[in-house]
T-cell receptor, first 115, second 114 residues
Framework: NAGVMQNPRHLVRRRGQEARLRCSPMKGHSHVYWYRQLPEEGLKFMVYLQKENIIDESGMPKERFSAEFPKEGPSILRIQQVVRGDSAAYFC?????????????FGNGTRLTVT | GESVGLHLPTLSVQEGDNSIINCAYSNSASDYFIWYKQESGKGPQFIIDIRSNMDKRQGQRVTVLLNKTVKHLSLQIAATQPGDSAVYFCAENEDSNSGYALNFGKGTSLLVTP
């Protein structure tokens, strides 16, 4: 029973390039969340998606960041024109339902380094 | 407790001893709390949760205590093992309609020595 799968595990981009991070939720889970973790910090909520819908993007930076969860395929977090401050670990989580009785299961993250 | 500096607070315990990891929160409206364990290179792993209508909850080798008066949360690990070495985060949420939007603390690094 595979958990939340994220790829790539490590991603290096030069300033100005685009970064695309992928997340496949656990089997049977239709709710996907993206969190960001800066070095020696706790995780910060970014966005919550269901299939083809963004439910809550209150934690997303207003520019350069976007997320999608298409009908087919993984969820994608896209960062355009990356800057050094985007260097962080990006974690995806999924859940079966939305409420507190549906705990979040996290993937092992994608570590983005911007040079 | 939570760190405001650049370095994680570290708790070092001997194998077999009990560990207590503390967390302070500031939001009086928070009514749901979770402890996560994060091993190096991995994502957070759910340990135990507690709602604000309780002050204690026990799991396997772990106990969470909640003191709403002083806004303090603790995680107790009994008979700590080397596999318990990790960073531990407390997370809180105030809105059951958005229970997924967790606010994580900065974490405490637990080091278990043989």
């Amino acid at each position: 029973n595979a958990g939340v799968m994220q790829n790539p595990r490590h991603l290096v981009r030069r300033r100005g390039q685009e970064a695309r991070l992928r997340c496949s939720p656990m089997k049977g889970h239709s709710h996907v969340y993206w969190y960001r973790q800066l070095p020696e910090e706790g995780l910060k909520f970014m966005v919550y998606l269901q299939k083809e819908n963004i439910i809550d993007e209150s934690g997303m930076p207003k520019e350069r960041f976007s997320a999608e969860f298409p009908k087919e395929g993984p969820s994608i977090l896209r960062i355009q024109q990356v800057v050094r401050g985007d260097s962080a670990a990006y974690f995806c989580a999924s859940s079966r339902g939305q409420g507190r009785n549906s705990p979040l299961h996290f993937g092992n993250g994608t570590r983005l380094t911007v040079t | 407790g939570e760190s405001v500096g650049l370095h994680l607070p570290t708790l070092s315990v001997q194998e077999g001893d009990n560990s207590i990891i503390n967390c302070a929160y500031s939001n009086s409206a928070s009514d749901y709390f979770i402890w996560y364990k994060q091993e190096s290179g991995k994502g957070p792993q759910f340990i135990i949760d507690i709602r604000s209508n309780m002050d204690k909850r026990q799991g396997q080798r772990v106990t969470v205590l909640l003191n709403k008066t002083v806004k303090h949360l603790s995680l107790q690990i009994a008979a700590t093992q080397p596999g318990d070495s990790a960073v531990y985060f407390c997370a809180e949420n105030e809105d059951s309609n958005s229970g997924y939007a967790l606010n994580f603390g900065k974490g405490t690094s637990l080091l278990v020595t043989p």
